[in-house]
Every structure is written in C-alpha cells, then in structure tokens.
C-alpha cells in the first residue's frame, strides 16, 4: 500500500510542471498534468485513474505582427498562456491628446528555468517603450513629454501580470501647452500694428527656469506669426520691423501660469529709439495681494551717449503709465483696483545705454499713498477713568457708599509707526504724527501730556512716534443711598 500511495503521491507533486509525457510508449512531448482522479476501491496493486493533460505546441503568433509590434520581445512567445492588450486615444482640441495603455500577460509556469514574472516584465517593458507604438497619425508616441502613470500588478499565486500607462499629453511642446491671440489693426497713416498675447499653462508643475524656457520658445516664433498675421489682411502693408515695439511677461506664482504680450509695427520712427521689456509677478499671502513689475530699457543709438538718452526717455514714459497696468491686474486678480506702492528702485547703466526699474504694489489696508508717506499704522491704548467712591459701613445696618464727584487718571496712550519714500523727510513725519495723535484726543477734562517719544530709521526712512494723554473724567449721577 505505501508504495502505491508514494507512486501517486509523487505524480500529484509533479502535475504542475512540464515534464516529457509518455502514455503506452508514446513520447508526446513536453505536458503536464492538468487534473488527475482515481477510482473508488480497496484495490491494492493496481489503481484506476483518469487524467486531463496539456501538450505544448508550437505555433505562429499571426496577429502579434505589423508594424506596431516590430520591437516586441516574443522570446518567450511559446510559453505565453494569456494575452491581452488595450489602447484607447482621446485627441484634444488643442492639438494634444490621452491615451490608455494596459496589458495582462500570464506565462505558463514550471518551464524548465522560465520565471513567469519576469518573463512578464520583460514582455511589458518592450510593449510601453517601443518607438513604433500608436497609431500613425501619434509618430513619436513613446517619446513625448507628459504626464505618464504607471500601475502594475502581479499575482504570485497564478503569475497574472497586469500593466497600465496612463498618458496626458496637451500640445507639441512637451511639457507645457499654449494658446495665442492675434490682434492687428492700421491706422490712418497706414502704420500696421500687430501683438500676439499668449498663455502658458505647465502640464506638471513648473518651476521658474522651466517656465522661462517654455517663454523663450514660444517668443522666439512671435515675429513670424505676426507678420503671417499682418500680411493675411493687409498683403500690400510694409513688412513688420524684425524689433518689438513692447515685450511684456508676467508670471502668476499661485495659478502656475504665464503669460506674455509682444507687438510689432511698420512704423520706423518708434523702433529706433528704445526697447521695453518688462516683468509682471502676482502673489497673494493671507488675503494680501502683492502685485510687483520689473523692467528694462535699451535705448538704440549709434553711440552708447545716445543710446542712454534714448534709455532715460522711455524710463519717463514707461513709468507714467505703470500706476494703470498694475491697477488693472489688481481688478482682474482681486476684484478690486485699490492698491498702494510698497518699494520701488530704479538703476541706470550709461556705457550699456539701459536703465532699469522695480515696483511692488500691495492692497494691504495699512498702506495710504503711493508717494511720499506710504504707510500708517495707528494703536490706541486707553485705560479709561472709573468712579472714585468712599464706602461707609453703618454696624447692624447697612453699607453706605458715598460719591466723591470725582474720578481715577486715565491714560490714553497712541502709537504711529510710518514709512515713506526717499523724498519725506523727518519734519514731514511728525507732522503727520502731531495731526494723527492730536485727532485722538480723549473726552473729558484736565487733559495734559504724560510722556512723549519718537525714533527715527534714517536707513529705512520711517517714524514710530508714540504720546500718553493723561485726564480725568467728572462722575455724573448719584450712588444709591
């Protein structure tokens, strides 16, 4: 009995690897057991058994060809036991599109020395990294730069695999997408003018030299889809000068977006005297918006005295209008033009023929003027007077408390802490601090000044001035007797 329980025991132990197969002499090549039962009995020498078996057999793959599958590893393609592959392409309006990869392979285990699982690896590494893969019209699928998700799964029980690629992809510019809005229009004099405002939008988060990249690249096209532009509704018009005539670019740090605005025009007389490139940047902390633009201008000349001149002019205009733009961006990004100066530098560079500027606008409620004093900030500290009153206590009666029509000191303590510009001096300071402190003068009577101090930051050019009025107040009504 035991050995023919050790002879079935061991068949059991080897169904689930392949193993030549012989029945009644007949070699049937590499198999092995799927299913195994015996007979009922109490038969000892011999055993009825019946057994489902599987043979390997060589094959062709015929829908696993094209040019699609050309670098595909099928290595182990005899072995494969499961197959099945997914695509699915969305294309976007803008020219980018999705799309959705996955795959379940499952190869035969107990193979001589095939391990399933990285078998499956190896399979799934060709069929998402191929450069053939997708369709015609998506050439150069696998190498595009875009938000790709990966899953993969492995059951070690049955050696299932399951991979999926998940990939986004917005424009032919890899990381980022851009949309651009031409406007053009000609005046009387028939000088052409023609601006493109665009709009970068990061497919992954980007950071600041990333972003400045993806701006480079799209203004670098901007002259030539200008004059496209120009020359489709006014074909006869002069050609656009190869020069901008304004450059703008501002960057919204919280929105993780850029944009940009460039014009040109035919007009000769405004592209030989200066160039106006400027930078606009939004931020927003705690409800406080902080709006600050930096800008350059390189005057054009023959010699670098000429070149300043021009320089020093297109400073004076481009200043006269930065109190507009900056206002404008508080309205579209805060729903509210209020906004006061917060810094401001300017730099001149006359060999370089450049001059050079920085303002920073803020709608703190603590700012007050965009020159001069900028900032004002007032506390009030008042330890107000109370009754004075004597108590009387009359034995085995009552308490008695009489009113003495007076009462204790108050103190009525005001702060002023101010900053301002280069152009505020220390008398202008106090000045303010007098007007702001005297409106504060408490109610009531033998009002007289208890301590008064001020100190000066000649460096940051602000004030802190501070004064304590002291006073009394009369005690109206009566106290019950």
Request: hydrophobic share 30%.
């Amino acid at each position: 009995m035991t050995g023919i329980w050790t002879g079935i025991d061991t068949t059991n132990k080897a169904a689930i690897d392949y193993q030549p197969l012989l029945i009644n002499g007949v070699n049937f090549g590499s198999g092995r057991i799927i299913s195994i039962t015996y007979d009922q009995g109490n038969d000892v020498r011999l055993k009825n058994y019946s057994a489902s078996i599987e043979v390997l057999d060589s094959g062709n793959l015929f829908n696993l060809t094209g040019t699609n599958y050309n670098e595909i590893n099928f290595s182990n393609a005899q072995y494969l036991q499961n197959f099945n592959e997914n695509w699915s392409f969305n294309k976007k309006a803008n020219g980018g599109y999705s799309s959705n990869h996955s795959a379940s392979i499952q190869f035969t285990t107990g193979v001589g020395s095939l391990n399933a699982i990285e078998s499956a690896k190896t399979l799934a590494k060709t069929l998402f990294t191929g450069s053939n893969l997708g369709f015609a019209f998506y050439s150069g699928y696998s190498n595009r730069q875009g938000k790709r998700f990966f899953t993969e799964s492995y059951n070690l029980i049955d050696k299932k695999c399951s991979f999926s690629e998940l990939f986004d992809f917005n424009s032919d510019n890899g990381r980022y997408s851009a949309t651009r809005v031409h406007n053009v229009s000609l005046d009387a004099f028939g000088i052409v003018l023609t601006s493109e405002q665009g709009t970068i939008n990061g497919i992954e988060n980007i950071n600041y030299q990333n972003a400045l990249a993806a701006l480079n690249t799209e203004l670098t096209g901007t002259y030539y889809r200008c004059s496209g532009v120009s020359f489709n509704y006014f074909p006869t018009g002069a050609l656009l000068i190869n020069s901008p005539l304004s450059q703008s670019r501002s960057f919204d740090l919280f929105a993780n977006n850029l944009s940009y605005e460039i014009s040109y025009s035919n007009n000769p007389n405004n592209s030989g005297t200066y160039f106006w490139d400027y930078t606009q940047q939004i931020t927003n902390s705690n409800g406080i918006g902080t709006v600050s633009e930096n800008g350059t201008i390189l005057g054009r000349g023959t010699n670098p005295t000429i070149s300043f001149s021009a320089a020093q002019n297109g400073l004076i205009i481009t200043k006269s209008g930065i109190f507009e733009r900056i206002t404008g961006v508080f309205i579209s990004s805060f729903n509210s033009g209020q906004n006061f100066i917060q810094s401001k530098s300017e730099s001149y560079n006359p060999l370089g023929g450049q001059t050079s500027y920085g303002y920073s606008f803020s709608n703190d409620p603590s700012l007050i003027s965009n020159v001069g004093i900028r900032k004002k900030e007032i506390v009030v500290s008042d330890n107000t007077p109370v009754h004075s009153y004597n108590k009387l206590n009359i034995f085995n009666y009552k308490e008695i408390a009489q009113d003495d029509k007076q009462s204790t000191v108050g103190v009525s303590t005001v702060d002023v802490k101010m900053e301002g510009d280069k152009t505020v001096g220390l008398p202008d300071f106090l000045t303010l601090a007098t007007t702001s402190i005297n409106s504060r003068i408490p109610a009531g009577g033998n009002i007289y000044i208890g301590a008064a101090n001020y100190t000066y930051d000649k460096n940051n050019n602000s004030v802190e001035a501070s004064l304590a009025w002291i006073y009394n107040r009369s005690a109206a009504g009566t106290y019950p007797q």
